[in-house]
C-alpha cells in the first residue's frame, strides 16, 4: 500500500527542493509553481514517486494531475500531464 504525502508536508518538500537547487533551476520551479496556482487556487501540492533512488517530483493537481515539475541538470520541466483519451460508447 503506497502512503500519501499530505498536502502541507508536500507543499514543504517543494518548498524545500526549490532552496535546494538554489540556483535558476529553483527560481524556475518556484516561477512554474507562481503561474499554476494563479492559473488554478484551489490546486493541490503533492509529492509523488518516491524511491530509494528517486527524491520525489513535485506535482500538481485538481482532481487529477495537472502537472510535474521535473528538475534536472540542464532543465527544469513542468510537464502538463494530457487527459487521458475517452472510451467509446
Known sequence: MKRAVRV???????DEKIKELGDWRGRTLAKVREII???????????????????????WSHGSIVCTGET????????PKPKA?????
Open 8 to 14: 502541507e508536508s508536500a507543499s514543504a518538500s517543494i
Open 37 to 59: 496556482h494563479a492559473a488554478d487556487p484551489e490546486i493541490i501540492e503533492e509529492w509523488k514517486w518516491v524511491k530509494a533512488t528517486n527524491p520525489g517530483t513535485p506535482v
Open 72 to 79: 534536472y541538470k540542464n532543465v527544469v520541466r513542468g510537464k
Open 85 to 89: 483519451p475517452r472510451a467509446s460508447r
